[in-house]
């Protein structure tokens, strides 16, 4: 009997070392986790020579800069002090199978005044550069933004040795009236004056410094956070090599100057390699009469001297120029990315489209008030968000296929509209601007092929033009005026994804949609559940999220 009892004992013992050591290895193997706590509030900010009311994240303007590493979980509790309701979104990040994180209207309740909600992240199989803004209320034209870094694993090669330096530079095109008063513009059926100015990294003209030691390489990782306008970037007596586009390693080309369109991220090397002085880093508005620019100091820490004359000039309204120099970025096939595997392992150019989407923006008066449109459908929210109302299946919130494939020429009305599109589907959509200004389009969720741009009027022969080898993957693209981008999808992300103008004033008066990304399978290995803390409002208001 006592031995007996001695074997059960040792049994038991054994059972509760083997989970003992299986739960270490879990947590040993789990990604770690950055645990990150904002708190939103209004401050006064001074960026061209005015008092303004900005929004500020933990009192900084711009906000903290997240730095990650590939597969990391964010877990960012944001406590929102202001007196209206907000949002943060994440321009870039794909929330793999979690587009309840996403931070749109479309996917999450805001924050009410006083109160807080906690993003639970991860940087799933991603690298590059990033950026964070609020996307509620015209609040992206007060402040809120900043910059996201996500690193290779350690072991995952990187095609470029580590630089001396990382820099993040958020520039944006800049207005001296609030937030408040450009919204109530908009409200009133008006388009926006020109802006103001130009913001690098929150400071008008020279008002921010880049040191380096000389004969060392930096990177920098340029966004454009502003709300109008196209920019080109440059820094005097200095070339950039192109290393990275939205989490895609580039070929490395070297360039003078680059254009940046709304809601673009690139990374360039730059090694300072010129005599020791200080040196101008110029960012002015493309397509724009007059040109806006401003400048900051890239500042040897050896310098003889401070910057002098005028700054160099760059390309202004040159429309070719900048189709020539979209076409020559390209996919580095060789480099890793996020995985150890070749980014050209995937070979997108060999996979049959199931289906054609082509979207059409335009600029109708509906109501006697300025709106904008896609396939003639201008975006209104509705009462409860989209993703919320199909987790719940409210009816009257939204209706499949309230905007179609294709352009139908007619006038412009107002819907919540949203598309269906089935789960592993890969597609070509088709960005046709028939309107003189550049337009610049995101998808949240996903990384796309930039698979053809061109003038004029897209027809089934455009296809012929196609790359179908080396374009590169990113999640924001121009298209020229009277012209069009194509880009290729692999839909192999469950949600509900917002495709939007980057154009803050269209955005904000219709020119987006929602796509509903849909499995048959009810299965987590698809998509994540509804998060226990998901804030419920509208016509959900109420009703319980989960129990686990």
């Given at each position: 009997?006592?031995m007996?009892?001695?074997?059960?004992?040792?049994f038991?013992?054994?059972?509760?070392?083997?989970?003992?050591?299986?739960?270490?290895?879990?947590?040993n193997g789990?990604?770690?986790?950055?645990?990150?706590?904002?708190?939103?509030?209004?401050g006064?900010?001074?960026?061209?020579?005015?008092?303004?009311?900005?929004?500020?994240?933990?009192?900084?303007?711009?906000g903290?800069?997240?730095?990650?590493v590939?597969?990391?979980?964010?877990?960012?509790s944001?406590f929102?002090s202001?007196?209206?309701?907000?949002?943060?979104?994440?321009?870039?990040?794909?929330?793999?199978?979690?587009?309840w994180?996403?931070?749109?209207?479309?996917t999450?309740?805001?924050?009410?005044?006083?109160?807080?909600f906690?993003?639970?992240?991860?940087?799933?199989?991603?690298?590059?550069?990033?950026?964070?803004?609020p996307?509620?209320?015209f609040?992206?034209?007060?402040?809120?933004?900043?910059?996201?870094?996500?690193l290779?694993?350690?072991?995952?090669?990187?095609?470029?040795?580590?630089?001396?330096?990382d820099?993040?530079i958020?520039?944006?095109?800049?207005f001296?009236?609030?937030?408040?008063?450009?919204?109530?513009?908009?409200?009133?059926?008006?388009?926006?004056?020109?802006p103001?100015?130009?913001?690098?990294?929150?400071?008008?003209w020279?008002?921010?410094t880049?040191?380096?030691?000389?004969?060392?390489?930096?990177?920098?990782?340029?966004?454009?956070?502003g709300?109008?306008?196209?920019?080109?970037?440059?820094?005097?007596g200095?070339?950039?090599?192109?290393?990275?586009?939205?989490?895609?390693?580039?070929?490395?080309?070297t360039?003078?100057?680059?254009?940046?369109?709304?809601?673009?991220?690139?990374?360039?090397?730059?090694t300072?390699?010129?005599?020791?002085?200080d040196?101008?880093?110029?960012?002015?508005?493309?397509?724009?009469?007059?040109?806006?620019?401003?400048?900051?100091?890239?500042?040897?820490?050896?310098?003889?001297?401070?910057?002098?004359?005028?700054?160099?000039?760059?390309?202004?309204?040159?429309?070719?120029?900048?189709?020539?120099?979209?076409?020559?970025?390209?996919?580095?096939?060789t480099a890793?990315?996020?995985?150890?595997?070749?980014?050209?392992?995937?070979?997108?150019?060999?996979?049959?489209?199931?289906?054609?989407?082509r979207?059409?923006?335009?600029?109708?008066?509906?109501?006697?008030?300025?709106?904008?449109?896609?396939n003639?459908?201008?975006?209104i929210?509705?009462?409860?968000?989209?993703?919320?109302?199909?987790?719940?299946?409210?009816p009257?919130v939204?209706?499949l296929?309230?905007?179609?494939?294709?352009?139908?020429?007619?006038?412009?009305y107002?819907?919540?509209?949203?598309?269906?599109?089935?789960?592993?589907?890969?597609?070509?959509?088709?960005?046709?601007?028939?309107?003189?200004?550049?337009?610049?389009?995101?998808?949240?969720?996903?990384a796309?092929?930039?698979?053809?741009?061109?003038?004029?009027?897209?027809?089934?022969?455009?296809?012929?033009s196609?790359?179908?080898?080396?374009?590169?993957?990113?999640?924001?693209?121009?298209?020229?005026?009277?012209?069009?981008?194509a880009?290729y999808?692999?839909?192999?992300?469950?949600?509900?994804?917002?495709i939007?103008?980057?154009?803050?004033?269209?955005?904000?008066?219709?020119?987006?949609?929602?796509?509903?990304?849909?499995?048959?399978?009810?299965?987590?290995?698809?998509?994540?559940?509804?998060?226990k803390?998901?804030?419920?409002?509208?016509?959900?208001?109420?009703?319980?999220?989960?129990p686990?």
């Open positions: 009997m006592e007996r009892e001695n074997k059960g004992l040792c038991t013992l054994f059972f509760f070392f083997f989970l003992f050591l299986f739960g270490v290895s879990c947590v789990e990604d770690p986790y950055r645990f990150l706590t904002w708190n939103v509030t209004y006064d900010i001074y960026p061209l020579g005015i008092k303004q009311q900005g929004i500020l994240i933990n009192g900084q303007f711009p903290p800069k997240i730095d990650s590939t597969n990391d979980n964010l877990i960012i944001v929102n202001l007196d209206e309701p907000f949002l943060l979104s994440w321009n870039g990040l794909q929330h793999r199978r979690n587009s994180q996403d931070g749109v209207y479309g999450n309740c805001p924050i009410p005044p006083g109160q807080n906690t993003y639970v992240l991860q940087v799933k199989d991603q690298i590059g550069s990033f950026f964070y803004y996307p509620l209320a609040h992206k034209a007060a402040g809120g933004f900043g910059g996201i870094t996500i290779s694993r350690p072991g995952i090669p990187v095609p470029f040795p580590p630089p001396a330096g820099y993040t958020l520039a944006g095109d800049w001296k009236k609030n937030h408040t008063d450009l919204k109530a513009i908009l409200d009133g059926g008006n388009t926006l004056p020109a103001d100015g130009i913001l690098i990294n929150g400071r008008g020279n008002g921010y880049f040191t380096v030691n000389q004969g060392s390489t930096y990177r920098f990782r340029i966004s454009n956070v709300i109008a306008t196209s920019f080109n970037f440059r820094i005097q200095h070339k950039m090599q192109l290393v990275e586009v939205e989490g895609s390693h580039t070929l490395q080309n360039y003078s100057s680059l254009d940046v369109h709304l809601g673009q991220s690139y990374s360039v090397l730059v300072a390699d010129q005599p020791a002085q040196y101008y880093i110029v960012v002015s508005s493309r397509f724009t009469d007059p040109v806006i620019t401003s400048t900051a100091i890239l500042h040897y820490s050896n310098s003889a001297g401070s910057v002098s004359g005028a700054p160099p000039g760059g390309p202004t309204t040159q429309i070719d120029w900048s189709l020539n120099q979209a076409r020559s970025i390209r996919w580095n096939l890793s990315g996020p995985r150890p595997n070749p980014q050209g392992s995937y070979h997108y150019g060999m996979i049959n489209t199931t289906r054609t989407i979207l059409a923006n335009s600029a109708p008066v509906i109501n006697g008030k300025q709106r904008y449109a896609v003639s459908v201008s975006f929210p509705a009462d409860t968000p989209l993703k919320i109302a199909d987790y719940f299946n409210i009257g939204f209706n296929g309230s905007i179609s494939d294709n352009p139908n020429g007619g006038g412009g107002l819907q919540t509209s949203v598309m269906a599109a089935d789960f592993r589907a890969f597609i070509e959509i088709v960005f046709e601007n028939s309107e003189n200004t550049v337009q610049s389009w995101h998808v949240d969720g996903y796309f092929f930039v698979v053809g741009m061109d003038g004029g009027q897209w027809s089934s022969n455009s296809r012929l196609y790359n179908l080898r080396d374009t590169v993957a990113r999640s924001t693209v121009q298209v020229y005026p009277m012209s069009w981008t880009i999808v692999a839909l192999d992300n469950v949600g509900m994804w917002n939007r103008s980057e154009d803050w004033a269209r955005q904000y008066l219709g020119q987006q949609f929602y796509l509903r990304v849909y499995s048959r399978v009810n299965s987590w290995r698809d998509e994540y559940p509804i998060p803390n998901a804030l419920l409002c509208g016509r959900a208001a109420g009703r319980k999220t989960r686990f």
